[in-house]
Structures are given as structure tokens and as C-alpha cells.
């Protein structure tokens, strides 16, 4: 429930500044958003089988996919 809270509360901010900075801006970051997700999904299989399994197996493969998620979109986002 606190999870769920708080993913509503994200999602309502990101929504509100988007709408803030107009139309264009958010197309262009909803593009980028696209494009890093591709690219965190197609580099996710490669990256994920260089690291040997250890304690945090269950958490490494949903850390490493938000890592590169997120690395793509700064790198996109920082560029526009």
C-alpha cells in the first residue's frame, strides 16, 4: 500500500512538471524515455551473464535493469 502511495505520488509530480515545461518537452522526454528502455532491455541479457550469482541474487537482475535504465536517460535526457 505505502508502495503503491508512493508510485502514485511519482507519477502525479513527473505529470505535473511535464505539463509545466509544455507540450514538446514532454514528447521529446517521453521519446527518450522510450529509447532507454529499449536499450536497458536489449543490454539487460549480456550485462546480466558477466555477473557470477551471490548473495543478492534475487535483487541483482531488477538493480542492474534500473541502473541502465536509468544511466540511458540521463545520457539521452542530458543531450536535448
Given at each position: 500500500?505505502?508502495?503503491?502511495?508512493?508510485?502514485?505520488?511519482?507519477?502525479?509530480?513527473?505529470?505535473?512538471?511535464?505539463?509545466?515545461?509544455?507540450?514538446?518537452?514532454?514528447?521529446?522526454?517521453?521519446?527518450?524515455?522510450?529509447?532507454a528502455m529499449l536499450l536497458a532491455f536489449g543490454y539487460y541479457e549480456p550485462v546480466m551473464g558477466m555477473f557470477p550469482p551471490g548473495r543478492m541474487a534475487d535483487y541483482s537482475g531488477g538493480m542492474l535493469l534500473v541502473a541502465l535504465y536509468g544511466f540511458r536517460l540521463h545520457c539521452l535526457a542530458s543531450d536535448f
Open positions: 500500500m505505502i508502495l503503491l502511495s508512493i508510485s502514485l505520488v511519482l507519477v502525479a509530480g513527473v505529470t505535473y512538471y511535464h505539463y509545466l515545461q509544455g507540450g514538446f518537452t514532454a514528447v521529446i522526454s517521453a521519446i527518450c524515455a522510450l529509447i
